[in-house]
């Protein structure tokens, strides 16, 4: 199942069960969650297409360079202002990815009904006391490579390519799939976490009524 269909399918779900105004509250996190990797896909589209079309202008100037300098240059000048566009992109999917991984952590406070105020709602925060939550709230660590998913993606979002790289790059988009990856493999985990921990949750007595 694909992150954005889980999330459609847990949303729908605490639509359909969840206690109000609890509910209420954690269907409008899950809606910003979702809102923020839809945008993630949108803006990797764009960089794809970019991406594309870099490629295609670093080729011309290898098989130019020797044979046809004028073309070459032409070539090397549009790859250089096409690698700026490719960053400023990375730079905008930073952004949202940071966005998405806040709005997770404020769905992951509702949902266990702690109160954080939004200010606080941080993954910064999440990551740095994850452990201590789940000891204080009695929360089965599952998967227990949660942490590490949290602390990796963390790493990842902060090495952004640098906008001095060399202007030869033939494969510019390895860092910005292995960080999408990395998204898609942390919210599978934290779907998870979510089932598992599902009796500590705002959505207990919902259940419960159910059975």
């Known amino acids: 199942?694909?992150?954005?269909?889980?999330?459609?399918?847990?949303?729908?779900?605490?639509?359909?069960?969840?206690?109000?105004?609890?509910?209420?509250?954690?269907?409008?996190?899950l809606s910003c969650w979702l809102a923020y990797y839809r945008a993630l896909q949108f803006i990797r589209e764009r960089y794809s297409q970019t991406n594309t079309t870099y490629l295609q202008a670093i080729n011309t100037y290898l098989h130019?360079?020797?044979?046809?300098?004028?073309?070459?240059?032409?070539?090397r000048a549009e790859a250089e202002a096409l690698r700026h566009r490719l960053h400023d992109k990375f730079v905008s999917f930073?952004?949202?990815a940071?966005?998405?991984?806040?709005?997770?952590?404020?769905?992951?406070?509702?949902?266990?009904g702690l109160g954080w105020?939004?200010?606080?709602?941080?993954?910064?925060?999440?990551?740095?006391?994850?452990?201590?939550?789940?000891?204080?709230?009695?929360l089965i660590l599952t998967p227990t490579a949660l942490p590490t998913l949290m602390r990796e993606?963390?790493?990842?979002?902060?090495?952004?390519?640098?906008?001095?790289?060399?202007?030869?790059?033939?494969?510019?988009?390895?860092?910005l799939t292995a960080v999408s990856t990395a998204?898609?493999?942390y919210m599978a985990a934290m779907m998870q976490f979510f089932a598992?921990?599902?009796?500590?949750s705002v959505r207990r007595n919902a259940l419960a009524d159910r059975r």
């Open 117 to 138: 105020p939004r200010s606080d709602s941080t993954h910064a925060r999440l990551t740095r006391d994850f452990r201590v939550l789940c000891r204080e709230h009695g």
């Open 196 to 200: 598992r921990n599902v009796d500590h």
């Open 183 to 185: 998204i898609n493999v």
């Open 64 to 75: 130019t360079r020797e044979r046809l300098p004028s073309t070459a240059a032409q070539a």
């Open 94 to 96: 930073s952004i949202f």
């Open 153 to 175: 993606l963390h790493t990842a979002l902060v090495a952004s390519p640098s906008s001095f790289a060399p202007v030869i790059d033939e494969r510019p988009e390895d860092h």
């Open 98 to 112: 940071n966005g998405l991984l806040d709005s997770m952590a404020d769905t992951w406070q509702c949902y266990f």
């Open 1 to 29: 199942m694909s992150p954005i269909t889980s999330i459609e399918l847990f949303l729908a779900e605490v639509r359909a069960h969840a206690a109000v105004p609890a509910g209420d509250a954690l269907a409008r996190r």
